[in-house]
């Protein structure tokens, strides 16, 4: 079994693969908008919004690696929970300081999430492909409830996690096992 560095390391090899595939489809059919972020950034060029759009990736292609190990004692769970812990202090903190409900449904919804994966055993529902599709789902459906409309502002999000929690279970050899 693949320890929590291999895990990463075979993230950042299937990332790489998708980011390439993603060049030669650019490459193919020119220019992509990749004004995918939710919000505006101060950053007029485009060079830079696609870099930190990349950069995102990699980071959620990381952490789709490491979530299945979140359901036991590990390094992958500890880092998992520092970060939900600030991210929902920080949706708390948006919420009275913007009185912006959304931020406080999202922060009790990011807690519910939160303990999902220590109601199950190791190697349990976070080891299978369903979950590979499932989890992720809220970084493409997310931009979807906000809108109110179709839109697929999350979608490269939502692949990156999903290639990232690929690797894992391809390196527990869970993948294409029937």
Do not use: N
Not at 118 to 125: A, D, F, K, T
């Amino acid at each position: 079994m693949a320890g929590h560095v291999e895990h990463a390391r075979a993230a950042v090899r299937f990332y790489a693969v998708f980011l390439l595939g993603a060049v030669l489809l650019w490459l193919a059919r020119g220019p992509l908008t990749l004004d995918t972020l939710p919000y505006t950034l101060p950053i007029s060029d485009e060079v830079w919004r696609t870099a930190l759009s990349i950069a995102l990736c990699f980071a959620l292609a990381l952490i789709g690696a490491a979530f299945p190990d979140t359901d036991i004692k590990s390094r992958p769970q500890v880092l998992f929970y520092r970060v939900l812990f600030v991210a929902d202090a920080a949706l708390i903190a948006l919420y009275y300081a913007r009185d912006a409900l959304i931020c406080l449904h999202a922060a009790a919804f990011l807690g519910l999430g939160a303990m999902a994966p220590l109601l199950g055993r190791h190697r349990g529902w976070t080891h299978s492909r369903l979950s590979m599709v499932a989890v992720p789902s809220p970084l493409v459906l997310g931009p979807m409830l906000a809108a109110d409309a179709v839109v697929w502002a999350g979608l490269p999000y939502y692949l990156a996690a999903v290639v990232g929690y690929a690797s894992h279970l391809y390196k527990d050899g869970i993948l294409f096992r029937r």
